[in-house]
């Protein structure tokens, strides 16, 4: 009992059946598509996303909450204590006088690395003979360890025999207590900086001249400018933006410098060299006063966060003018 | 040769300037490298100069500029009063340790970064940009209790996790970049032949990227083997102390009277340069595309 229509009709809904239900198992098969892309996104990005919450994001958090507890690790109860340990600090002069030379110290750096690599880097991008040979070895001070560089000087530093004070006596006829002086500790650990981190900045410039087209420079001749000129009306806006890039890394950086100081000076004399970190540590591994420690690291990190702001603020302006 | 020598005739007078002019260049430039290169040199020159000189010559009024008499002597000493050996195998698993961990964990999420077009990708790839300003001073109250629970002090897996998480995210930076301009195409091809991303990883996109891989296992190798606050505080025993932290016992400990050892901590400092030294002749030019290629886009 079969109408032609009706066949028809019963094989046109067969048909649209099947379409439904081929495309319900695309979906399915797509979003099976999609369920595997993400267990793929969640394994690719698993070790690196936990390595950071492991041992960035997690402590950092657990740090904001002690900054507020007073925590000695060998007598364990932590104790609320609200914003003392803020208080505190105000009259600590060892966490006063950390503030101002960390800041002092890594802006002096930072510009003296500034200014010192963009210097090296135009010397390193002329031709001369063993050019090659001298390049690499500008990567030895950035390559040794800053333990080694901060042993190093401190050795020549030395007031007795050290190398420096007995070039000085030769030639100019005086000798400095370098590390036992207020200013002249100050001005040895910040030159060791330069020292070590100033072939790295001209690495980086170095680079960047290298993408200097030629073609301006001798357009540049042309017009008659001398190499002076060139460099500040050629090369310097042209590298502007990597040299406000590399000074605001080298800022942030330095802010969180420790071995340097740990190893030539501890600090001294009094507090004349030292800088936040050092003190955290002091606090935190020699008091074993966590919480106070925890809450000059808040120091440190509300300092960290204005320069990185500012700095990003200045790089934005940088873009827009060049 | 003949129109070079009639060109260079032709105005005598401001040839001359020239010539002098040119000279004064000349000079300027070999005085300036000449200089450059004392002022690199010269503090490594001082620390090898005092590890191969005896003791009593280290201690004279005016100083010795020239090695006068040879000697192993401080390496002996140093060898004979800390485990150095034990440090130096303790370094070399830290350094490369990290090194590993850091470049395959880095490698991963850089793949899913740059290739995975995901929501949220460039929130994650700042995330762990800004994670690199947090200072790592900042951190270690924190884990020392952590670590202090878990029983991660003075063991390996410890600090190398502490380590290789630090220098991630730099890693993440230079490769992502990387990745972007490795032609997409290659990759489609071998999904179409059903390579599964696993074996597609291995068997395709490492060996493209061999050379930056090499470069950073090499840069994160000297960035550990230089490292000194992780295992200063998370490595206290014999079993697990780096050469920094042995090189920084030495320098810091109090003296009595006799002033510090200048003679053992130089030689302590070209033990654990030597090794750095060699990384970076051999690889110096890997070592410079690796290091600007980050810092120059």
Redesign the interface.
Same mark, same amino acid.
């Given at each position: 009992m079969s109408h032609p229509i009706s066949d028809e009709v019963r094989a046109d809904a067969a048909l649209a059946r099947e379409a439904v239900q081929e495309r319900a198992l695309r979906r399915r098969a797509g979003r099976r598509k999609v369920a595997r892309?993400l267990v793929?996104?969640f394994?690719?990005?698993l070790? !690196?996303?936990g390595?950071?919450l492991?041992?960035? +994001?997690?402590?950092?958090l657990?740090?904001i909450r002690?900054s507020f507890y007073e925590y000695n690790?060998a007598f364990p109860p932590e104790r609320f204590v609200g914003f003392e340990n803020f208080e505190r600090m105000a009259s600590d002069p060892s966490v006063t006088s950390s503030v101002s030379f960390t800041i002092l110290f890594v802006v002096v750096s930072t510009m003296l690395q500034l200014i010192l690599g963009l210097l +090296?880097a135009l010397?390193l991008n002329?031709a001369?003979f063993g050019r090659g040979l001298?390049? !690499?070895?500008?990567?030895?001070?950035?390559?040794?360890?800053?333990?080694? !560089?901060?042993?190093?000087?401190?050795?020549?530093y030395?007031a007795?025999?050290?190398?420096i004070n007995?070039l000085l006596?030769?030639t100019l006829g005086f000798t400095v207590a370098w590390l036992t002086n207020y200013w002249s500790a100050r001005v040895a650990v910040t030159a060791t900086n330069v020292?070590k981190s100033t072939?790295?900045l001209a690495? +980086?410039f170095?680079?960047?001249l290298q993408?200097v087209p030629e073609e301006l420079y001798e357009a540049g001749r042309v017009d008659g400018t001398n190499r002076l000129t060139a460099f500040f009306h050629i090369t310097l806006p042209l590298i502007l933006p990597?040299v406000t890039?590399?000074g605001l890394f080298m800022l942030?950086w330095q802010?969180?410098s420790?071995?340097l100081i740990?190893?030539m000076t501890?600090g001294g004399p009094g507090y004349a060299t030292q800088v936040?970190?050092y003190a955290?540590?002091q606090v935190?591994?020699t008091g074993l006063n966590?919480g106070y420690?925890?809450a000059i690291?808040?120091v440190?990190?509300v300092v960290?966060a204005i320069f990185?702001t500012l700095g990003v603020l200045l790089y934005r302006r940088v873009e827009v003018i060049y | 040769m003949a129109i070079s020598s009639s060109k260079r005739r032709e105005p005598a007078f401001a040839d001359r300037r020239l010539r002098v002019l040119s000279w004064l260049d000349r000079l300027m430039?070999?005085l300036?490298?000449g200089i $450059?290169?004392f002022?690199?040199?010269f503090?490594?020159y001082?620390?090898a100069l005092?590890s191969f000189s005896p003791r009593y010559e280290? $201690?004279?009024?005016?100083?010795r500029?020239w090695l006068s008499t040879f000697t192993l002597e401080n390496y002996q000493v140093l060898a004979d009063n800390i485990p150095l050996l034990r440090y130096f195998f303790n370094s070399l698993i830290f350094a490369s340790g990290s090194s590993v961990v850091s470049v395959?964990?880095?490698f991963?999420?850089s793949?899913?970064?740059a290739r995975?077009r995901?929501r949220g990708a460039d929130l994650?790839f700042v995330? $762990?940009l800004v994670?690199i300003?947090?200072?790592?001073?900042?951190?270690?109250?924190?884990? $020392?209790?952590?670590y202090?629970r878990l029983h991660m002090i003075n063991t390996y897996r410890g600090l190398i996790?502490?380590m290789?998480?630090?220098i991630?995210?730099f890693t993440?930076w230079i490769l992502v970049p990387f990745i972007q301009q490795i032609p997409v195409e290659i990759e489609e091809a071998a999904t179409i032949d059903g390579a599964r991303?696993p074996q597609m990883l291995w068997h395709i996109v490492v060996p493209v990227m061999r050379p930056a891989l090499v470069t950073l296992l090499i840069l994160n190798f000297?960035i550990s083997?230089?490292e000194?606050?992780y295992p200063l505080?998370f490595a206290t025993t014999r079993a697990t102390k780096t050469l920094?932290v042995g090189?920084?016992e030495l320098?810091?400990q109090p003296t009595s009277g006799g002033g510090?050892p200048?003679h053992l901590?130089?030689a302590q400092?070209m033990i654990?340069?030597i090794p750095?030294?060699v990384?970076?002749?051999f690889f110096?030019r890997l070592?410079?595309t690796g290091?600007?290629r980050g810092?120059?886009k």
């Open positions: 892309r793929t996104l394994l690719l990005l070790p !690196a996303v390595l950071r492991f041992t960035a +994001v997690y402590p950092y657990q740090t002690l690790p +090296v010397l002329r001369f001298v390049r !690499a070895i500008n990567l030895i001070p950035w390559a040794i360890p800053m333990v080694v !560089a901060a042993i190093g000087f401190r050795w020549m030395n007795q025999y050290g190398i007995d006596r030769r020292w072939p790295f690495l +980086v170095l680079a960047s993408g990597q890039t590399l942030v802010l969180a420790f071995d740990f190893t501890g936040l970190a955290i540590y935190a591994f966590f420690a925890s690291s808040m440190l990190f960290v990185g | 430039l070999i300036s490298v $450059f290169l002022a690199v040199l503090p490594f001082w620390i005092s280290l $201690f004279t009024i005016p100083p500029y395959v964990a880095a991963l999420a793949y899913a970064l995975l995901f994650v995330g $762990f994670s300003a947090l200072p790592q001073i900042g951190t270690l109250v924190p884990l $020392f209790d952590l202090n996790i502490l290789s998480s630090l991630t995210p993440i991303l000297i083997w230089n000194l606050l505080v920094s090189l920084v320098a810091v510090r200048w901590l130089s400092s654990m340069i750095v030294l990384l970076v002749l110096q070592i410079i290091l600007t810092a120059v």
